[in-house]
């Protein structure tokens, strides 16, 4: 079955909608909750020249007073473990983290699995192609849906020798990175003509490893279109109809943010009276664009 939207949509984006849903319709949709964030500590995973998470360990015991207390400071780069890159990381002048809008983080996950090519190629690059494959099946990608793509490489995490094709660190590693990406064709085909408002995937970047001008990060930042990367557990969404609400550190100024994703897989599928659906749909589409 194919949804075509959640009310919770409509509560998230009600501003844009032509129809206010009565108070009763005004519901969080049931379901099974999956964490697709990795956690951050000493074994994340980060880029060759990233620096990695620290954790300084400030209280752990039972104060004078007799009540325990427990603190710690933390230290870590953007990008680097599950994390979110906002448009300004490769297109001056536009969105950092905090100026991203929140219903633009929240929407239908259409999971695309590329993990037979992505097995047999290591530096595979997610085409137009594959795409249209996937909408053959399941039906056109919706407009202000956000695009998961599934290679498969979570299973690797945290071993960068498997997960980014080496585990050494600097510069001159960043020449022996190895992993699949978006090809830059398929970008501009999803913010043009899909307009999708967000776009994920399981693997360090949303360019293949080898790249070295970053065309995929260039089209979709200088269209607004935010990235989510080194997300966890995409096998158990299925191709359509759950949910994702992918949040961010709220960084003034930042170019990208730890993130904490999650999916929301429903028990059962709820639609949507068409005219509300079709409401919602319009305004979102003419919002993002």
Known sequence: MK??????????????????????????????LVDL???YSAETVFWPTAETFRLEKVADGVTPLGYYYAANNFATSEHGGT????????????????????????????????????????DYRVTIDDFTAWERTNGELPAASI?????????????????????????????????????PDAAKWLAETRRVKAVGLDT???DYGQSTMYETHRILYERDVPAFE???????????????????????GGTGAPLRAMAIVPN?????????????RDARSRKWR
């Open 147 to 183: 695009v998961l793509i599934r290679t498969g490489y979570s299973r690797f995490w945290p071993d960068a020798a498997r997960y980014l094709g080496t585990a050494e660190r600097g510069e001159a590693a960043v020449a022996k990175l190895h992993f699949p990406g978006l090809h």
């Open 230 to 252: 080194n997300l966890a557990s995409l096998d158990r969404l299925p191709p359509r109809g759950a949910f994702i609400v992918a949040l961010p550190m709220k960084i003034k």
């Open 37 to 39: 964030s990795h956690e």
């Open 204 to 206: 360090a970047s949303i």
């Open 268 to 280: 059962r599928q709820v639609r949507l009276k068409p005219d509300t659906t079709d409401a919602w």
């Open 83 to 122: 994390h979110i890159d906002a448009p300004v990381h490769f297109a001056k002048g536009h969105r950092s983290v905090e100026q991203i809008p929140l219903d633009q983080l929240v929407g239908e996950a259409m999971v695309v699995d590329v993990t037979g090519a992505s097995a047999s190629q290591p």
């Open 3 to 32: 949804v075509r939207g959640w009310v919770v949509l409509l509560t998230v984006a009600g501003s844009a909608c032509t129809r206010v849903p009565a108070p009763g319709d005004q519901r969080w949709p049931t379901g099974t």
